[in-house]
């Protein structure tokens, strides 16, 4: 029987990253994979999606044209070459990786693995069944999309995550059920598309845990695009016939769309793994870990969607790196304090830290800064003069407690408030590093600037308390 230092369950952006620092660690390893490397993330999640959002994003530019001079007629879509754009990119990437894993020495088992008692991993391919030794072993199986049996999911009329990202067609209409972020990111997707959508949340707003002000804006750009939300309503029945779905709301209305989209969420992958015959302890289908991502059976670690925790491919890929580190006699544990998170809508919103109302939940002293894109050299050079950036920081210390940014490019702003705060820095620090001009970070620097009440190209409340004083 092969053994190995390290077995890795699972290929996902938690699974393949855990391989590869093993080996850079200097251990022998393997993975045992199912399916395509990359898990959900790269095959049926954010890759696919984000392709998806660009080319809505490109849509959206092109209609706008005018106003930069370019007068173009009216865009077409022809929805199987974006179809066939989100699948190469989405090959090229998996084919990396493939790469990635070779050149680094790690063996590829295709197969289900499943623990079979400490030190133990079965791999059942077909009907071959395989078995393996490994000192340490960590479980990256990633999760999947939540199939409530009170919904009739079929796969061609009413469709989960999955399903909808293989189509080749634009359907002429789509009732999106889940308020969420990955209902929000199809709203928008397809709302730009051309899609006549109808998205429907059973709790009193979109987006639960994002910030308020956030949300509005994306609220107000569902209205522009024609996308229907309706909060605080649930569905209560599916019915498919004649190549159409009818909806009943508990509302009393009742919708015929083309397809339904079911978007309640996501589970852990966890069926099917030997887990609770082999003493690892799970809850509600999620693997319970500790701070050091340890399970219950010694030598054994769980990272990424598996866990229950937050079910981010980026939040996987660090706890690799954790993980890893304590199977191979480190004594390291998770910090989740400075997790970016973002939604990919039109426009995207990103958060880390606390939002506004956490404060407020915690009784937290703070300041908030903000500043509007309508305010930024470049953002109405770019014409996307949408969305604002907030920055929160303690009364005391002027410690970053958090922040969001909704508008164009926050996906990849809100990496500079999560490293300042990462690194401690005070929101004055923030303010004072200079940052180039013109670009879209200054509204970071402005923002943490007005928190300090020293913003240049905003008046603040402070600003006009003086000048009132004086008048």
């Known amino acids: 029987m092969i053994e190995f230092d390290l077995a890795v369950i699972g290929a996902g952006p938690g699974g393949y990253v855990a391989a590869i620092r093993g080996v850079q660690k200097g251990a022998k390893v393997c993975v045992i994979e199912e399916d395509k490397v990359g898990g959900t993330c790269l095959n049926r999640g954010c890759i696919p999606t984000k392709a998806l959002c660009s080319t809505a994003h490109t849509l959206e530019r092109i209609r706008h044209a005018a106003a930069h001079g370019i007068l173009v007629e009216e865009p077409r879509i022809d929805y199987a070459l974006v179809a066939e754009r989100k699948d190469k990119i989405v090959a090229t990437l998996v084919g990396g990786i493939e790469q990635l894993l070779k050149g680094n020495g790690i063996e590829v088992f295709r ?22 030794r490994a000192k340490q072993i960590i479980l990256a199986t990633g999760s999947v999309s939540a199939r409530p049996k009170a919904l009739p999911i079929d796969g061609k009329n009413i469709l989960t995550s999955d399903e909808i990202l293989a189509i080749k067609e634009l359907p002429k209409s789509l009732l999106i059920i889940g308020g969420g972020y990955i209902g929000c990111e199809f709203a928008s997707i397809f709302g730009t598309l051309g899609t006549e959508v109808t998205l429907v949340e059973q709790l009193p707003q979109l987006l639960s845990y994002t910030d308020r002000q956030a949300v509005r804006e994306l609220e107000k750009a569902f209205r522009e695009s024609g996308v229907k939300v309706h909060t605080g309503t649930s569905v209560e029945s599916l019915e498919v016939g004649d190549g159409a779905v009818s909806a009943r709301l508990s509302s009393g ?24 015959e082999a003493g690892i302890k799970v809850e509600k289908g999620a693997v319970v870990v500790d701070e050091r991502l340890r399970t219950s059976l010694e030598n054994v670690y769980a990272i990424g969607d598996v866990t229950g925790g937050i079910q981010l491919a980026h939040v996987a890929s660090y706890q690799a790196a954790v993980a890893v580190d304590n199977a191979l006699g480190g004594d390291v544990r998770v910090d989740y304090s400075t997790v970016p998170s973002v939604i990919f809508t039109l426009p995207e919103i990103a958060q880390v830290g606390l939002t506004e109302e956490q404060c407020k939940e915690k009784g937290l002293a703070y300041r908030a800064g903000r500043f509007a894109y309508q305010a930024s050299g470049k953002a109405l050079c770019d014409g996307e003069p949408r969305g604002s950036v907030k920055v929160l920081a303690a009364e005391a210390d002027g410690r970053i407690l958090g922040a969001v940014i909704a508008g164009n490019e926050a996906s990849s702003l809100i990496s500079e408030i999560s490293t300042a705060m990462h690194n401690g ?5 923030l303010a004072h590093a200079i940052h180039a001009h013109p670009t879209l970070p200054e509204m970071i620097m402005e923002a943490a600037e007005d928190c300090e009440g020293v913003a240049v190209h905003k008046v603040s409340r402070k600003t006009r308390e003086r000048a009132s004083s004086k008048n």
């Open 111 to 132: 197969g289900r693995g499943s623990i079979e008692g400490p030190g133990r991993v079965k791999i059942r391919c077909k009907d071959v069944v395989g078995h393996i």
């Open 253 to 276: 209305e009742t919708l015929n769309v083309e397809k339904a989209l079911v978007a309640v969420g996501r589970v852990p992958n966890s069926a099917g793994l030997g887990l609770e």
């Open 425 to 429: 820095l005070s929101v004055a620090e």
